[in-house]
């Protein structure tokens, strides 16, 4: 598996952290979604975990994935859930945060398909099945 992404100076100040983004191995995957396009979405559950979209090869194969660097990679925050709706936009729930007095509870993020990033819910009741 070919693990390919621009990762943000932000998102991973380290080279130790940098290598965690592209390691060509899935980390604890919990949550899986399809787009009409075909990409597979694979939502890892460990902490600050990836997503990774895998675009479906012209053979139906999905030999390679992007890592999607997700807004939030606060200390303590694991992502729970995935979904992409008819538009493209990708959602992620996650929970969990060293800053419970900012995000309190779960918070939902949506990403459009241009790669922008959107809170769209947080709370305790912030997530989706």
């Known amino acids: 598996m070919n693990v390919y992404t621009d990762v ?11 290598a965690r983004f592209t390691q ?4 604890e995957p919990a949550d899986l979604a399809l787009d009409g396009d075909g990409q597979l979405y694979v939502m890892e559950s460990s902490e600050n975990g990836r997503v990774l979209r895998f675009p479906r090869g012209p053979d139906g194969r999905y030999a390679e994935c992007e890592a999607i660097v997700l ?29 419970p007095d900012l995000l309190p509870g779960g ?5 459009e398909r241009s790669g922008k990033w959107y809170l ?3 709370g305790p009741f912030a997530e989706f099945i």
């Not at 943000?8 to 940098?18: N, T």
């Not at 060509?24 to 980390?27: D, E, T, V």
């Open 71 to 99: 807004p939030s990679q606060q200390k303590g925050r694991v992502s729970t859930a995935i979904e992409v709706d008819a538009r493209g936009c990708l959602f992620v729930a996650s929970r969990g945060t060293d800053i």
């Open 24 to 27: 060509p191995a899935l980390g």
């Open 8 to 18: 943000p100076a932000w998102a991973a100040p380290s080279d130790e952290a940098r």
């Open 120 to 122: 769209v819910d947080y």
């Open 107 to 111: 918070q939902v993020f949506m990403r």
